[in-house]
């Protein structure tokens, strides 16, 4: 740490302090505020700064950070010159503390104007001010007049020196900088108790001060000007297009930088003056950024803002370019990465870090890698992304296709197209292809997914970063996110998630809670688009937290239930229009479905949530894991028991803590979940009834897998932890933290993932990747692969996509309806002939063709509208290309590295 830096331990209770007041009494409670006079300023009331935030005066981790010279005006930066006017004041010496003086009498008022060629505007306003603080000097006292010349050409400078009034001052640049750099040595110049800020053509009248200065009161920290608090009024109006570029760009700064605040760039701002002038000698901006970045460090330090509405008129001759709110949004940029620590910065590089290592086997070249314990699905989902860039880039309906299961066709909405990423990933799917489209994506999401997770635990468990960052890598990384990685990018990207648990907690304190419902109501639809089980697996697990959580804090979840009624039906009212059409297109379109069907084997054995995973680097044990689980991408328990005594240990010990309570409490209660409507005891025959019969049958559960409810318990371990951890961090005893350090590690070491197994992929045959199949398919016809592609098989899909979507394929492998019930099936509706060809290519022998399955062929192929044919190389081939030619009646022909049956001769 610098030895400029000075560490000084908090006040006690009731006792002496040392430096300037922090938050002050808001206007209302001011006895200076003449209720009847003006509107009542919003008052920006900051909660206690965060420990990422060591500014001047801020409470920091219970120290407070001060800096020597904090109490007096700092001088400019070295590479400023300033020059002094004739008869300016004497220069700056640094030493003034509670005001200057001017002849012997303290200056109480010091109004700071940037002036860039501003000869013609600066001389009237000048009067104007002069007048007006020559007239109320019993209110404000001995009062000064700073002109922040920077760098004009004109006769700005000179039009400043002619006044023979010694009161008005003039700083000059040598060089144009821009507004915040005029203002930065305007502000550093001034030796007044406050401190007034207004632009050079006084847009804001200078009788507006006396609104300012009550809000202000004896001894408040900021009272700024507003067109849009409530009470402001707008004289002469900008053009249109600038007045909605300034509400776009008050909406921006509010999101990202001083919340709460409604208008930060109107030019007319008081501030107590020690205070402005420690703010604005650590601001650092040069341009039009410099309003947010003063608000950002009073909120930073605690200081009060109160937003006074004004009477603003615009005036012709604005210094305001189309460029500078290019240039605005930019600074706004640099602030935010300032506000960045490294440590943060440093958690989303090992985050990408580890996704990248994770995918190292297909990452490198996508287009001829493939992931063999995706089983099908990877084909599955580079189709997904194929279609939907196709459908954006020739405006079709991104939600049905009929590329698959022709002529029945998808509904896209009813599978998981992931069309809140897909859709935006169009470009790149169109230009590099839908392999390195899903494989950018899925890294990028997964490390989104492990960055958003570190974020609410900062902001909502622990400001301890590396507690943080362990909890968040078991929440992004942990055994049933890695094998979901193998197939599933729903599963994986989740970076949305935290974000609605947060916008939910905040909807609980009830501070702005109809914003939080519009934001939670627009996270939630997003998320629909993104993936819905998902969603409802984070429902679950909230509705857990949220009941246990209430039972530990009766008190707590009485006050959040109020907003939290209020918000909920907002969040409702914003979400619901974004999907209803989608959602009835999903579940009422063509080939929507009811429920579907997954088999009695999909939920967790006991077993499985204390074993390893097979991807396990140290510990992993594939036999065991698969006879656990359905497939590779299906092992949604295999925390390992290591872990699990951890986490009951943490429990146990941390168990005064509402938050431990709560966590451990959905942690439990999803495993359970996760154990399905029934249960087997490991090592005996005793079937017991579990808590998911309770749902299994549900509207929306009955088609939820089960076992996947057991990664609600990967956030919930990674925030158990990171409590632990940061209280671990806090012991004094070293033999403590080694023990507890050791546990961790001894927990955590058997779930480190190895990068999931990638190998060559087969190459696409000529026929497909050459443009041979055109020779054999007309318009409204498919081409139809033998056996028909399902889900065990769907390679043709990857044909497809590498042919551009150039022809339409019957069957596929997709979620539809079959039966009368419409039932949610895995693929296309069978169809005789496609259930011969299919159990000829599992090894059945090859049937005897007679004519009645060889009308029935005719059928099925008129059904599908077959212009041809395809058998590439394959187990089985043989039968297959036997069976195939005693159904057409005719040979088939060598071709692009395929076998070709053309029906049109026969037609």
């Given at each position: 740490?610098?030895?400029?830096?000075?560490?000084?331990?908090?006040?006690?209770?009731?006792?002496?302090?040392?430096?300037?007041?922090?938050?002050?009494?808001?206007?209302?409670?001011?006895?200076?505020?003449?209720?009847?006079?003006?509107?009542q300023?919003?008052?920006?009331?900051?909660?206690?700064p965060?420990?990422?935030?060591?500014?001047?005066?801020?409470?920091?981790?219970?120290?407070?950070?001060?800096?020597?010279?904090?109490?007096?005006p700092?001088a400019?930066?070295s590479?400023?010159?300033?020059?002094?006017?004739?008869?300016?004041?004497?220069?700056?010496d640094?030493?003034?503390?509670?005001?200057?003086?001017?002849?012997?009498?303290?200056?109480g008022?010091?109004?700071?104007?940037p002036?860039y060629?501003?000869?013609?505007?600066?001389?009237?306003?000048?009067?104007?001010?002069?007048?007006?603080?020559?007239?109320?000097?019993a209110?404000?006292?001995?009062?000064?007049?700073?002109?922040?010349?920077?760098?004009?050409?004109?006769a700005?400078?000179?039009?400043?020196?002619?006044?023979?009034?010694?009161?008005?001052?003039?700083?000059?640049?040598a060089?144009?900088?821009g507004?915040?750099?005029?203002?930065?040595l305007?502000?550093?110049?001034?030796?007044?108790?406050?401190?007034?800020?207004?632009?050079?053509?006084?847009?804001?009248?200078i009788?507006?001060?006396?609104?300012?200065?009550?809000?202000?009161?004896?001894?408040g920290?900021?009272a700024?000007?507003s067109?849009s608090?409530?009470?402001?009024?707008?004289?002469?109006?900008?053009?249109?297009?600038?007045?909605?570029?300034?509400?776009?760009?008050?909406?921006?700064?509010?999101?990202?930088?001083?919340?709460?605040?409604?208008?930060?760039?109107?030019?007319?701002?008081?501030?107590?003056?020690?205070?402005?002038?420690?703010?604005?000698?650590?601001?650092?901006?040069?341009?039009?950024?410099?309003?947010?970045?003063?608000l950002?460090h009073?909120?930073?330090?605690g200081?009060?803002?109160?937003?006074v509405?004004?009477?603003?008129?615009?005036?012709?001759?604005?210094k305001?370019?189309?460029?500078?709110?290019?240039?605005?949004?930019?600074?706004?940029?640099?602030?935010?990465?300032?506000a960045?620590?490294?440590?943060?910065?440093?958690?989303?590089?090992?985050?990408?870090?580890?996704?990248?290592?994770?995918?190292?086997?297909?990452?490198?070249?996508?287009?001829?890698?493939?992931?063999?314990?995706s089983?099908?699905?990877?084909?599955?989902?580079?189709?997904?992304?194929?279609?939907v860039?196709?459908?954006?880039?020739h405006?079709?309906?991104?939600?049905?296709?009929y590329?698959?299961?022709?002529?029945d066709?998808?509904?896209?909405?009813?599978?998981?197209?992931?069309?809140g990423?897909?859709v935006?990933?169009?470009?790149?799917?169109?230009?590099?292809?839908?392999?390195?489209?899903?494989?950018?994506?899925m890294?990028?999401?997964?490390?989104?997914?492990?960055?958003?997770?570190?974020w609410?635990?900062?902001?909502r468990?622990?400001?301890h970063?590396?507690?943080?960052?362990?909890?968040?890598?078991?929440?992004?990384?942990?055994?049933?996110?890695?094998?979901?990685a193998?197939?599933?990018?729903?599963?994986v990207?989740?970076?949305?998630?935290?974000?609605?648990?947060?916008?939910?907690?905040r909807?609980?304190e009830?501070?702005?809670?109809?914003?939080?419902?519009?934001?939670?109501?627009?996270?939630?639809?997003?998320?629909?688009?993104?993936?819905?089980?998902?969603?409802?697996l984070?429902?679950?697990?909230?509705?857990l937290?949220?009941?246990?959580?209430?039972?530990?804090?009766?008190a707590?979840?009485?006050?959040?239930?109020r907003?939290?009624?209020k918000?909920?039906?907002?969040?409702?009212?914003?979400?619901?229009?974004?999907?209803?059409?989608p959602?009835?297109?999903?579940?009422?379109?063509?080939?929507?479905?009811?429920?579907?069907?997954?088999?009695?084997?999909?939920?967790?054995s006991?077993?499985a949530?204390?074993?390893?995973?097979?991807?396990?680097?140290?510990?992993?044990?594939?036999?065991?894991?698969?006879?656990?689980?359905?497939?590779?991408?299906e092992?949604?328990?295999?925390?390992?028991?290591?872990?699990?005594?951890l986490?009951?240990?943490?429990?146990?010990?941390l168990?005064?803590?509402?938050?431990?309570?709560?966590?451990?409490?959905?942690?439990?209660?999803a495993?359970?979940?996760?154990?399905?409507?029934?249960?087997?005891?490991?090592?005996?025959?005793?079937?017991?009834?579990?808590?998911?019969?309770l749902?299994?049958?549900?509207?929306?559960?009955e088609?939820?897998?089960?076992?996947?409810?057991?990664?609600?318990?990967?956030?919930?371990?990674g925030?158990?932890?990171?409590v632990a951890?940061?209280?671990?961090?806090r012991?004094?005893?070293?033999?403590?933290?080694?023990?507890?350090?050791?546990?961790?590690?001894?927990?955590?070491?058997?779930?480190?993932?190895?990068?999931l197994?990638?190998?060559?992929r087969?190459?696409?045959?000529?026929?497909?990747?050459?443009?041979?199949?055109k020779r054999?398919?007309r318009?409204?016809?498919?081409?139809?692969?033998?056996?028909?592609?399902?889900?065990?098989?769907?390679?043709?899909?990857?044909?497809?996509t590498?042919?551009?979507?150039?022809?339409?394929?019957?069957?596929?492998?997709?979620?539809?309806?079959?039966?009368?019930?419409r039932t949610?099936?895995?693929?296309?509706?069978?169809?005789?002939?496609?259930?011969?060809?299919?159990a000829v290519?599992?090894?059945?022998?090859?049937?005897?063709?007679?004519?009645?399955?060889?009308?029935?062929?005719?059928?099925?192929?008129?059904?599908?509208?077959?212009?041809?044919?395809?058998?590439?190389?394959?187990?089985?081939?043989?039968?297959?290309?036997?069976?195939?030619t005693a159904?057409?009646?005719?040979?088939?022909?060598?071709?692009?590295?395929?076998?070709?049956?053309?029906?049109?001769?026969?037609?």
């Open positions: 740490m610098s030895e400029d830096v000075a560490w000084t331990a908090p006040r006690p209770p009731g006792g002496p302090r040392s430096e300037p007041p922090a938050a002050q009494p808001s206007a209302a409670q001011s006895p200076d505020v003449d209720r009847a006079a003006a509107p300023p919003h008052v920006d009331q900051p909660d206690a965060p420990s990422d935030a060591p500014v001047s005066g801020a409470a920091v981790d219970g120290y407070r950070l001060t800096l020597p010279g904090a109490d007096r700092a400019p930066p590479d400023a010159p300033v020059t002094a006017a004739p008869l300016a004041a004497p220069p700056l640094g030493g003034l503390v509670d005001g200057g003086s001017l002849d012997g009498a303290p200056v008022l010091s109004v700071v104007v002036a060629n501003e000869e013609d505007r600066l001389g009237p306003t000048l009067d104007a001010v002069t007048a007006y603080l020559g007239a109320h000097e209110r404000f006292g001995a009062w000064e007049v700073v002109v922040a010349d920077d760098g004009s050409t004109d700005t400078g000179a039009l400043v020196a002619a006044r023979r009034d010694p009161r008005i001052r003039l700083v000059a640049a060089r144009n900088r507004k915040g750099h005029a203002l930065r305007g502000v550093a110049a001034s030796r007044g108790r406050r401190v007034l800020v207004t632009d050079a053509d006084l847009a804001a009248p009788e507006e001060l006396e609104r300012l200065d009550a809000a202000l009161g004896a001894d920290a900021a700024i000007g067109r608090a409530p009470g402001a009024t707008i004289g002469r109006r900008q053009h249109r297009v600038r007045e909605l570029l300034s509400r776009a760009g008050n909406l921006l700064i509010r999101r990202v930088a001083v919340p709460g605040i409604r208008d930060t760039q109107c030019g007319f701002k008081l501030f107590e003056g020690d205070r402005a002038r420690a703010a604005f000698a650590a601001s650092r901006l040069n341009g039009w950024g410099i309003d947010v970045e003063v950002q009073f909120r930073r330090a200081w009060s803002v109160a937003e509405p004004v009477h603003w008129s615009h005036q012709s001759g604005s305001v370019g189309p460029l500078d709110y290019g240039r605005m949004l930019g600074e706004l940029a640099r602030l935010k990465a300032r960045v620590r490294p440590a943060d910065l440093l958690a989303a590089l090992a985050f990408l870090t580890m996704a990248a290592v994770l995918y190292s086997g297909r990452l490198l070249d996508p287009g001829h890698r493939y992931l063999p314990d089983m099908q699905d990877q084909n599955q989902w580079e189709w997904f992304f194929a279609v860039a196709d459908s954006a880039a405006l079709r309906n991104p939600l049905f296709t590329l698959q299961n022709f002529p066709g998808v509904n896209l909405m009813a599978n998981t197209a992931l069309l990423l897909s935006p990933f169009a470009p790149v799917t169109l230009a590099f292809g839908p392999a390195v489209s899903l494989s950018v994506c890294a990028l999401g997964l490390a989104a997914t492990g960055a958003a997770w570190y609410l635990a900062v902001r468990v622990t400001a970063r590396g507690a943080a960052f362990t909890g968040a890598a078991l929440a992004a990384f942990a055994p049933p996110m890695v094998s979901h193998n197939a599933h990018p729903n599963f990207i989740l970076f949305v998630i935290p974000l609605i648990v947060d916008r939910a907690l909807l609980c009830g501070r702005r809670v109809r914003r939080d419902g519009v934001v939670l109501g627009l996270l939630t639809a997003y998320q629909v688009f993104l993936g819905e089980e998902p969603l409802l984070a429902a679950l697990g909230m509705t937290f949220t009941g246990a959580y209430a039972l530990a804090r009766p707590a979840a009485r006050t959040a239930w907003p939290l009624l918000g909920l039906p907002i969040a409702a009212a914003v979400c619901l229009p974004l999907v209803a059409f959602l009835y297109w999903q579940f009422a379109g063509p080939q929507s479905y009811t429920s579907v069907l997954h088999g009695d084997s999909v939920a967790n006991p077993l949530l204390l074993s390893f995973a097979e991807r396990s680097l140290f510990a992993g044990d594939a036999a065991r894991a698969n006879l656990l689980s359905p497939n590779p991408t092992q949604n328990a295999f925390y390992g028991w290591p872990l699990v005594l986490a009951f240990g943490i429990a146990v010990r168990w005064e803590r509402p938050l431990v309570k709560a966590l451990a409490a959905t942690a439990a209660g495993a359970v979940l996760s154990l399905g409507p029934r249960f087997r005891l490991p090592g005996t025959d005793r079937v017991y009834p579990g808590p998911w019969a749902l299994a049958h549900r509207p929306l559960f088609s939820v897998i089960e076992g996947r409810v057991a990664m609600i318990c990967a956030p919930a371990l925030m158990l932890l990171a951890l940061a209280r671990l961090a012991t004094r005893r070293v033999r403590t933290l080694y023990a507890g350090l050791l546990a961790v590690a001894l927990a955590l070491l058997p779930l480190v993932p190895a990068p197994k990638a190998v060559d087969v190459p696409v045959p000529a026929f497909f990747a050459d443009g041979l199949w054999h398919v318009a409204g016809e498919s081409l139809t692969p033998v056996p028909l592609p399902d889900p065990g098989a769907a390679e043709a899909l990857h044909w497809q590498a042919a551009r979507l150039g022809f339409k394929l019957p069957g596929g492998y997709f979620n539809g309806p079959w039966g009368p019930d949610g099936v895995y693929g296309a509706a069978p169809r005789p002939t496609s259930d011969l060809l299919r290519r599992y090894g059945g022998p090859v049937p005897a063709v007679d004519a009645r399955r060889r009308a029935q062929a005719r059928r099925d192929f008129a059904y599908w509208r077959t212009g041809a044919l395809v058998l590439a190389p394959q187990p089985n081939d043989g039968a297959l290309r036997r069976t195939v159904l057409t009646g005719r040979p088939g022909m060598w071709t692009g590295g395929v076998w070709v049956w053309d029906l049109h001769k026969r037609r």
